[in-house]
């Protein structure tokens, strides 16, 4: 091939030719660029949102903070789904990118976290620690999987964190407000207004209002996304636990040579109760070896030589305590004479040692017999570790071999659960009595982490719980509730909403007479349905944050209106309808609460840090340049906001 382009260039036709064929390869390359352009992804990769510097943010790194984020709303509520959490995908992308900018930015201007510092970070974290209370790489990989992590999207995010922490922090640290701006404010905050409240209740037009089957049809059709139920799946689970290898004991012959590997634990050993002189002069030792022969007590032989009774008396000594304190030579001609027997005088490295064999006492143990039982536990369990490791080892790799979830299981006489359909919390519309048990937990994340037609998983449960097989039997998509499944709630909906439109009409023709300025009281008066009078409403402007929340929403409209005008304001539970009218504003004046301005002070000053970290964090962007993919991001959103997990 290259032989037919060297010929070709030696003519002019072919040198023609060759470079028509160059000029049509940069020609495609060019309309694909052109094509990116178009379609708002030059130089974007697929699957990449953004890209900011070298730094790329993908969607498969917001798909797993989204996970996170869902498995923290599950905890506050067990029905939480994607579709709940959609709201907030701006936000967590904006975290992303800006974790990705800073990054960009530190390595462009070579700031460099080091391994052994993140290393350190991830030793600290309370997840990673195992009983002992240090690091331990079960406890890490277990941790890892709860959180849907691999240790490079982990080490990523906390060099972000650390890398937010020393270079942004600095900046936004220590910013300061003038006296005379937090005086300002808390003089605000101190603003009094007085003007009239009058309710109109919803429930008060609730008599009466009894719906027909093709109300509650008609109803139900037009509030269809009202009524949509999660996404269900029906999960196969084998568990193997310790219980699933139950059978793996140890042998009589394992027993026995564990017993003969560590007798000196179970058996114990022969003690010799010891009189002892160590001398530098062999004749001495020679005369204390002499008088104790002729039957003189040890401690009368030695004392010529200057010994009392305590220095000669060693007690009971163990061959391995004596030789310690001797050598080997010496201790071994001592445990192998009698009771009573005189040994030496020996040479060593301390001297001349004259040894008195007071007493011998027999190993005090226990026997195999004895043992037996504590050897037999302490084997099982090791045993049924290492069986139910091997188990699993064999699963996985019959997954890894094509085996579907059923073959797998059998294979290893494993017992299958198949759970009822049940939502990504564990809960089942079907049998309200059914719940996934907690230990069970990483089966079910893993289950609802699958796609349909995926192969089986191992899940590792907690708490040395062993493992299990997850399989996705059937998976029910979302889709709105029957309506015989939910007809009382579809009914008291349709109540709720013909009251409400009964209670607006009414609080709106109340709002108008009194904007005309009929006063609160004779309108409410001419309502033609009873209810409650007008009443005074008076506070300062700071209580609207100290306020629940059937509160706060009149208390900001009397707030929001100039003197003498009026306004309706729905209750935000939707439980009826406000007309606020406000009479009378006294401004307020903080010289008289030194307290207040210092306070407004410091929570202005959190709120002029965070604006120089975000204006600090904009500038990164501006200098790392900041791409984003804007039909990639629209299309994640979508996927989210009608995902039913």
Do not use: C
């Not at 352009?37 to 974007?44: A, C, E, K, N």
């Not at 439109?501 to 007479?513: E, F, H, L, M, S």
């Amino acid at each position: 091939m290259f032989a037919f382009f060297r010929r070709m260039s030696k003519s002019a036709v072919g040198t023609i030719i060759m470079v028509l064929f160059l000029l049509a390869i940069l020609g495609s390359f060019a309309l694909a660029d052109v094509a990116n352009v178009r379609s708002g992804t030059f130089g974007l990769r697929s699957g990449t949102l953004a890209k900011v510097g070298d730094e790329e943010v993908t969607d498969r790194e917001l798909d797993r903070a989204m996970q996170r984020l869902l498995q923290q709303a599950q905890q506050q509520n067990p029905g939480a789904t994607y579709a709940s959490i959609a709201g907030q995908i701006d936000k967590v992308l904006d975290e992303l990118i800006n974790q990705a900018t800073l990054l960009s930015f530190s390595a462009d201007h070579g700031f460099i976290l080091s391994k052994r510092l993140i290393d350190a970070q991830i030793a600290e974290l309370p997840q990673t620690r195992g009983l002992d209370g240090k690091f331990s790489q079960q406890s890490y990989n277990a941790f890892l999987q709860q959180q849907r992590l691999t240790d490079p999207e982990l080490r990523r995010l906390l060099g972000g964190a650390l890398t937010e922490r020393l270079v942004i922090a600095p900046a936004a640290s220590d910013a300061r407000v003038p006296i005379g701006m937090a005086r300002t404010y808390a003089s605000m905050l101190l603003e009094q207004r007085e003007g009239q409240l009058a309710l109109v209740p919803a429930d008060a037009f609730r008599a009466g209002l009894n719906p027909s089957a093709g109300d509650l049809q008609s109803f139900y059709a037009q509030n269809r996304q009202r009524y949509m139920v999660p996404e269900q799946r029906i999960l196969k689970i084998a568990k193997i636990g310790p219980d699933t290898v139950a059978s793996a004991a140890p042998t009589d012959a394992e027993i026995a040579a564990y017993y003969d590997a560590n007798r000196a634990t179970y058996a114990g050993s022969e003690t010799r109760v010891l009189s002892q002189a160590v001398v530098p002069d062999k004749r001495q030792a020679d005369g204390i070896a002499a008088r104790a022969r002729s039957g003189a007590t040890f401690a009368a032989a030695a004392a010529p030589a200057g010994f009392a009774a305590e220095d000669v008396s060693l007690g009971p000594q163990s061959r391995g305590q004596f030789a310690g304190a001797a050598n080997d030579a010496v201790a071994n001609t001592v445990f192998s004479a009698t009771k009573g027997a005189i040994i030496g005088p020996i040479r060593s490295d301390l001297g001349w040692h004259v040894i008195k064999v007071e007493d011998i006492r027999g190993a005090t143990g226990r026997t195999l017999a004895q043992a037996r039982g504590e050897i037999a536990a302490l084997l099982g369990t090791n045993k049924r570790k290492e069986a139910l490791a091997d188990l699993v080892t064999r699963v996985e790799d019959q997954v890894l071999d094509g085996a579907s979830f059923a073959e797998t299981a059998a294979a290893a006489k494993l017992a299958v659960t198949t759970t009822p359909a049940i939502n990504s919390a564990g809960a089942s519309r079907t049998d309200p009595n059914f719940r996934m048990p907690a230990e069970l937990q990483p089966a079910l994340q893993a289950g609802f982490a699958m796609e349909a037609g995926a192969d089986a998983e191992v899940a590792t449960l907690p708490n040395n719980a062993g493992y299990a097989l997850v399989a996705v039997d059937q998976i029910i998509e979302t889709a709105p509730a029957p309506l015989a499944q939910i007809t009382d709630r579809v009914r008291a909906d349709w109540i709720q909403r013909k009251a409400n439109d009964r209670a607006r009409g009414i609080a709106t023709d109340i709002a108008n007479k009194v904007a005309r300025g009929m006063p609160i009281d004779k309108a409410v008066a001419e309502a033609g349905v009873s209810l409650p009078p007008a009443q005074p409403i008076a506070a300062r402007r700071i209580q609207i944050s100290q306020a629940n929340d059937a509160a706060a929403a009149p208390l900001r409209m009397l707030f929001s209106l100039t003197q003498g005008r009026s306004r309706l304001v729905a209750d935000p539970k939707g439980r009826g309808f406000f007309i606020v009218k406000t009479d009378k504003i006294t401004p307020g004046n903080a010289l008289s609460s030194p307290l207040l301005i210092a306070q407004t002070q410091s929570e202005f000053q959190r709120a002029v840090g965070n604006e120089l970290a975000e204006q600090m964090a904009a500038a990164m962007k501006v200098d790392q340049g900041l791409e984003r993919n804007d039909k990639a991001i629209a299309a994640t959103k979508q996927r989210f906001s009608s995902a039913g997990q």
